[in-house]
């Protein structure tokens, strides 16, 4: 079992940042991806920003490009997103997630416990 701690998050006014940070358990080897997610109570779950191993470059949800930014480290098995020029939409519980292959098994996903970011002026 992979256990990830997030920390972070916040209150922020409108154009603030704030960094998340989530660091997991495992080995960093069995790494298939690591991201962020956000959760609105009347929304599903959505992707924010995703590391993908072997990816070049990471994905961002359209509504956070040029905005956020992720960034991993394996050698600490850590996973960062910092968030500038934060708007009010912005704000939701945000979950860290990791998507763990073990050898020859299926992948499987892990979360955080989710962190709270409230946007408001």
């Known amino acids: 079992q992979v256990q990830l701690v997030e920390s972070g998050g916040g209150f922020a006014q409108p154009g603030g940042s704030l960094r998340l940070s989530c660091t997991h358990s495992?080995?960093?080897?069995?790494?298939?991806?690591m991201g962020w997610f956000r959760q609105t109570p009347n929304n599903q779950r959505e992707l924010v920003a995703r590391?993908?191993?072997?990816?070049?470059?990471?994905i961002y949800a359209d509504s956070v490009k040029g905005r956020f930014t992720i960034s991993r480290d394996d050698a600490k098995n850590t996973v960062d997103l910092q968030m500038n020029n934060l708007t009010p939409n912005d704000t939701a519980v945000y979950y860290c997630?990791?998507?763990?292959?073990?050898?020859?098994?299926?992948?499987?996903?892990?979360w955080g416990q989710g962190t709270q970011v409230t946007v408001s002026s």
């Open positions: 590391s993908t191993t072997g990816d070049r470059l990471p």
């Open positions: 495992g080995n960093s080897d069995g790494v298939f991806a």
């Open positions: 997630n990791l998507v763990w292959k073990p050898p020859g098994e299926p992948l499987r996903n892990y």
